[in-house]
Structures are given as C-alpha cells and as structure tokens.
Nanobody, 120 residues
Framework: QVQLVESGGGLVQAGGSLRLSCVVS????????WGWYRQAPGKQRELVAG???????NYADSVKGRFTISRDYAKNTVYLQMNTLKPEDTAAYSC??????????????WGQGTQVTVSS
C-alpha cells in the first residue's frame, strides 16, 4: 500500500509560481513511477509531468520549460515546481504513484488533490 498527500496549491496571479509537494508513505520501495496529473472543469485528466524510479522524466507539451518535477528520496517527497503560470493551468492537481505488484498487475495510487487557480 502507498499513501500520498499533496500540498502547496493555492491562488496565484498569472506569471507567478507555486510548488506542489507530494509526501509518499507506505511501500515506497515498490513504486515504479510518480506523476502529477491535473483536471480542469469539463476536461479530461491529463498527465502534467512524470518521473520514474530510474530518473526518466517527461512533461506535457503545454508545461515544458515552465514546470519541473523532482523527488527527494530522503523526504519521500515528489515536487512539482510551476513557474510562469497561466490561467489555463488552473485545475485540480493530483499526485500519482504506479506500483507493479507481484501478480504482474499495475496498481495506481492517488492523493486527494490540491487546487491551483491562476488569475489573469
């Protein structure tokens, strides 16, 4: 089992920055990858940034050059640094962890989410 708790969301003006944190607990050794997703009202959830256990990173095209995902193993925390925020970045952001079980199945774990609102 893996538990995730996000924090760091809030209201910010366009052009501003926020840093989201995701504290991970439980069977953290079993995590294959972490990701930050977001979902805006009326839209599908999308992957914003992901990082694997071996350090491979990917970003959505819409956030490349503005957002940075990182992890601190000592603190069991995954971060999403968001710079030059735009109103279209407004969404509920959620942290995700992917675990491959001994049964060969993929298990996804989610945090409760944190709201990011960017005003114009």
């Amino acid at each position: 089992q893996v538990q995730l708790v996000e924090s760091g969301g809030g209201l910010v003006q366009a052009g501003g920055s926020l840093r989201l944190s995701c504290v991970v607990s439980g069977s953290t050794f079993s995590i294959h990858a972490w990701g930050w997703y977001r979902q805006a009202p009326g839209k599908q959830r999308e992957l914003v940034a992901g990082i694997t256990s071996v350090g491979s990173i990917n970003y959505a095209d819409s956030v490349k050059g503005r957002f940075t995902i990182s992890r601190d193993y000592a603190k069991n925390t995954v971060y999403l640094q968001m710079n030059t925020l735009k109103p279209e970045d407004t969404a509920a952001y959620s942290c995700n962890a992917i675990v491959w079980g001994v049964d060969g199945r993929r298990y996804d774990y989610w945090g409760q989410g944190t709201q990011v609102t960017v005003s114009s």
